[in-house]
């Protein structure tokens, strides 16, 4: 499986950016797909995530909600991260990633598979 991020950049606060995931593999349609992200000096973080099988489940860490849509197209291999009223601390590295078959869908050690990583910068 190989995954690969874009669509980081640099938006004022209260601006938008929508992140793309494009995954290789056939397994991508079982597989909850997360984002996570993570700040310069911190820990890798959980940020959204969405199951499998078109069943719509997502969710969210508290302060993205409301905010942050996860959505996944099955049929293109892709998921997305709509992230609307950004705010400079959600300037991080956000990372997709395929979770595997066991842990939560919140632990940076239940994925199996990562991407490369996409920068996003959210000036005040």
Partial sequence: VQLQASGGGLVQAGGSLRLSCAASGRTFIWNIMG?????????????????????????YEDSVK????????????????QMNSLKPEDTAVYYCAQKGLSGTYDDVNSY????????VTVSS
């Fill in 66 to 81: 409301g905010r942050f849509t996860i959505s996944r197209d099955n049929a293109e291999n892709t998921v997305y991260l």
């Fill in 112 to 119: 199996d598979h990562w991407g490369q990583g996409t920068l």
């Fill in 35 to 59: 984002w996570f992200r993570q700040a310069p000096g911190k820990e890798r973080e959980f940020v959204a995530a969405i199951a499998g099988l078109g069943r719509g489940i997502t969710y």
